[in-house]
């Protein structure tokens, strides 16, 4: 079989609902049909450490995006984007194509597209940097997405998996970055 060489990066949680804070899981699982709909279009998918996980633990309670505005949880993300690149770079170099990015909308950690949340802003200079070529999108799941049946966000995940194909530009909703 052939590899088709494309990519989504997606945050942890939308695999691995078990770590996300306690009482807020969507899902026993993960995200069936959003990380189905991703495969079903050849698309591969990488999944980010949960950067909350590893430096709070799962005693940790909600906090708030100035409330993790820490050296700390800083340094942790730079360490989380280090390694995550070292990945990524080697399959760039590979061949392989970032196509897009999903993070989870309202997260003080993992949000892109409204406060973007402290993960994604020690990650995504480094894989604009890194991403030459071809373009990549830049999505979050909705927060009333739980990701078990068909719907908005699915169809959007398949209007993105058109663009891509078509190279047509940006879709309604979702940021597009140039990769450079
Ligand atoms: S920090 Fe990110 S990956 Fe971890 S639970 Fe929150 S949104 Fe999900």
């Not at 950067?51 to 700390?72: I, N, Q, S, V």
Request: hydrophobic residues 35%.
């Amino acid at each position: 079989m052939r590899r088709g060489r494309k990519l989504v990066v997606v945050s942890h949680c939308l695999l691995n609902q078990n770590s996300v804070v306690h009482g807020l899981a969507r899902a026993p699982g993960g995200l069936t049909e959003v990380v189905t709909a991703l495969l079903k279009q050849g698309w591969a998918i990488y999944q980010l450490p949960c950067p909350e996980l590893r430096h709070a633990g799962m005693t940790r309670p909600p906090k708030t995006w100035a409330e993790y505005d820490t050296k700390e949880f800083a340094g942790c993300c730079r360490q989380i984007a280090g390694q995550v690149m070292e990945d990524i770079g080697r399959l760039i170099d590979d061949g392989v194509a970032v196509v897009g990015v999903i993070g989870v909308a309202g997260s003080p950690s993992c949000d892109i597209t409204g406060s973007c949340g402290h993960l994604y802003r020690a990650l995504l200079p480094e894989l604009r940097a890194r991403a030459v070529g071809l373009g990549f999108w830049l999505t979050d799941l909705p927060a009333d997405c739980d990701g078990q049946s068909e719907d908005e966000f699915v169809g959007r995940l398949r209007r993105l998996a058109d663009d891509e194909r078509g190279r047509a530009g940006s879709v309604s909703g979702n940021r597009r970055e140039s990769g450079r």
